[in-house]
């Protein structure tokens, strides 16, 4: 059995996803701390994959569409038509629109955690996503990203009904609360990045911003009928 | 003499105008308010999507659904439908212009004991008493309040809190900023996770019951008595866990987890036939006897 390197390692997982691990890589894996986290990150965003899976998440279209187009102009991401993503894979079918949420937040998710581990990747990050993200720019990602949610906050927010300010106010103010559970989350990562208990609340923080924009999206759209 | 009769004619003037006000505020409220009935078969599924307003369910003993409605000004209707045991309640916006008094609408429904629920509303009360059935509850700013229902609860809120008191069945609550209070619940599965509020679960533990408690800041408070018997694993990663239990170390033999820094309790009381996890990022944890 030859050692493995990093990149293979990344490439395995990304070419065989879903499969158990080979013995060469779980013996790599033994013995690389930066791989042993990756592998469990990824581990971790299958399960929160399988369970937001079940719930039908219901995004707004338009999100998914514009953040894909931005990732596509800056050649961050590119399609692999002949291969069957991970995505598909974890929910038992091509990805659908109802999903993109989820596919959001998983980006997000991936972003985020490339952006605390992956900066000084040589080569192509495995992402757990149909997409895969170009290496060398994972910070870059993360904030577009971030940009991307906040503005389409901003576009859902006004166009929330006036006649309600309750809603708007509390919309408002539980988005003030999640960007500080992430921010705080964030932080926590970065102190511990081997603690799976801090990532699983950066996720769980994640999560709810996606619930909170759902919701938000939901409420401007059915009001303002 | 003279000013004595100009002033009486001046105040049968007044009053005459007043009456007429008055009249007119109360027709204006007449035509506002709406009663509606519905015969059902079974066991109805009720369904109300009002986006401000209070909203109050109780049980009765009739197989007939009534809903007395009050808009609050003519810039919103109420649309209704009944397909067999399908009831369907929403209220329209018809101008979006007024402010939010004027665009809100209050429903006192009255359904069987045996009905399913599903309520949307964003801002207002909701309160539901004494129906058993599954409920579903999606509100953003709205308080809800359930009192003596059965059934399978679940509870999407962004900022609303639960208040649930004598609830029995099952319970699955989420939220951002709402706080959930459990009390003398008799429920075998319960679920609850918010971001900044607080829980509270006052009740017995079931034999073989399962209950889940998260959140990020606040406190998470059960309340046990001494004759209750579970497993418990409270973990609170940067907060604390404050125990009155006299657990014991785990007799089934389940390994604590590897927790690195956080402050957590493992362990069992009496025979650990309930399920109790706890945990907080930042939150305090209490494990409280019950007075």
Sequence with gaps: MSPIQCAQFERMLEEQPGDPLSAAAAEH????????????????????????????????EYLWTSLRQQL?????IRERPAQRGWLATWFG???????????????????????????DFR???????????????????????????????????????????????????????????????????RQ?????????????????????????????????? | MKGRVGSAVRFGIAGTVGLALFLAISADAQTRRFERHFTVQGKPVVTVQNATGRIQVRAWDKQEVMIVGQRGSTNVETDTEQVGNRIEIATRVTSGSGNSDALRADYDISVPVESELQVRSDSGNVTVDSVHGEMSFDTVAADLALQDVEGYLVVKSIGGSTICTRCAGRFDGTSISGNFQLLQPTMDNVRVQTSSGNILFDGSFMNRGIYVLKNYSGTIEVRFSSSDSFDVRATSLYGNVINQAPVVPDRHNMPPPRIGLAKSLFGTMNDGRAKVELSSFNGTIKISKRE
Excluded at chain 1, 72 to 76: F, W
Aim: proline share 5%.
């Design chain 1, 29 to 60: 894996m033994k013995g690389c701390v930066d791989c042993r986290v990756l592998w469990s990150d990824i581990e971790a965003i299958h399960t929160a994959g399988m369970e937001w899976g079940s719930e039908e998440v219901e995004p707004p």
């Design chain 1, 72 to 76: 596509e102009s800056e050649g961050l």
């Design chain 1, 93 to 119: 079918a091509a990805p659908r629109w109802t999903l993109a949420g989820a596919s959001v937040s998983l980006l997000l998710i991936a972003a985020m955690l490339a952006g605390y581990r992956m900066s």
């Design chain 1, 123 to 189: 080569t192509s990050a495995a992402l757990p996503v149909h997409l895969s993200i170009s290496a060398g720019r994972p910070k870059l990602v993360a904030a577009d990203l971030g940009k991307t949610l906040d503005g389409d906050f901003k576009r859902v927010f006004d166009s929330l009904p006036e006649g309600n300010p309750a809603l708007a106010s509390s919309l408002r103010e539980n988005l003030g609360i999640v960007d500080n559970l992430i921010a705080v989350c964030e932080e926590s990562v």
């Design chain 1, 192 to 225: 511990q990045p081997d603690d799976p208990m801090a990532r699983d609340y950066l996720y769980g923080a994640y999560e709810q911003k996606a619930v909170l924009l759902a919701a938000a999206t939901d409420r401007s759209a059915l009001e303002g009928q």
